[in-house]
Antibody, heavy 122, light 106 residues
């Protein structure tokens, strides 16, 4: 069955970087894109960006451009999201999710990781 | 594209029929999905392409709409349906979400 397993909780200081991993299994990794979302405590969902596991093409939210890097490693079936220059308002649960449709970014997310809590505090 | 859900909070009883609305700031055809999220859990896909039920989702859930106005309807609330619901547009990036509708037990 399809599974996305994310890395563990992180605590970071302001200005630091965090890299969250998302290990996929149960499907052909390169056929589906991976989206990244986050959810601040008690808040709604924010779309952060998308990466193609097939081509490596990424698209990120304008507000995060310059701070976010999304990559995929087809040899291990793992997607990564790195966020730099962390601020306190980056404190959130970060989710990876698989596209429902192969080889397009214009698709909803049908399988989600369990979430990774990233806390940014001095 | 901004998505506005209404209401933000909804109190209802088991067996009730409830409807949640999602309005887009510009036309998005049927590029809309609905998710359910329970506390401490990742969201789960309920409906995609505005009205298509995701595999495994009970038939009491239904979606409709196109353009700028969309609805999610639960025909007869069950205890496990009390959760927060989000819409998401997939017409153009950033693929924004609505602010959420928290469905609580009356």
């Amino acid at each position: 069955q399809v599974q996305l397993v994310q890395s563990e909780t992180e605590m970071k200081k302001p200005g630091a970087s965090v890299k969250v991993s998302c290990k996929a299994s149960g499907y052909i990794f390169i056929n589906y894109g991976i989206s990244w979302m986050r959810q601040a405590p008690g808040q709604g969902l924010e779309w952060m960006g998308w990466s193609s596991a097939y081509s490596g093409i990424t698209v990120s939210a304008e507000k995060l451009q310059g701070r976010i890097t999304m990559t995929t490693d087809s040899s291990t079936g793992t997607a990564y999201m790195e966020l730099r220059s962390l601020r306190s308002d980056d404190t959130a649960v970060y989710y990876c999710a698989r596209d429902r449709i192969a080889l397009t970014m214009f698709a909803s997310s049908d399988y989600w990781g369990q979430g990774t809590l990233v806390t940014v505090s001095s | 594209i901004q998505l506005t859900q209404s209401p933000s909070f909804l109190s209802a009883s088991v067996g009730d029929r409830v409807t949640i609305t999602c309005r887009a700031s510009q036309g998005i055809s049927t590029y809309l999905a609905w998710y359910q999220q329970k506390p401490g859990k990742a969201p789960e896909l309920l409906i995609y392409a505005a009205s298509t039920l995701q595999s495994g989702v009970p038939s009491r859930f239904s979606g409709s709409g196109s353009g700028t106005e969309f609805t999610l309807t639960i025909s007869s609330l069950q205890p496990e349906d009390f959760a927060t619901y989000f819409c998401q547009q997939l017409n153009s990036h950033p693929f924004s979400f609505g602010q959420g509708t928290k469905l609580e037990i009356k």
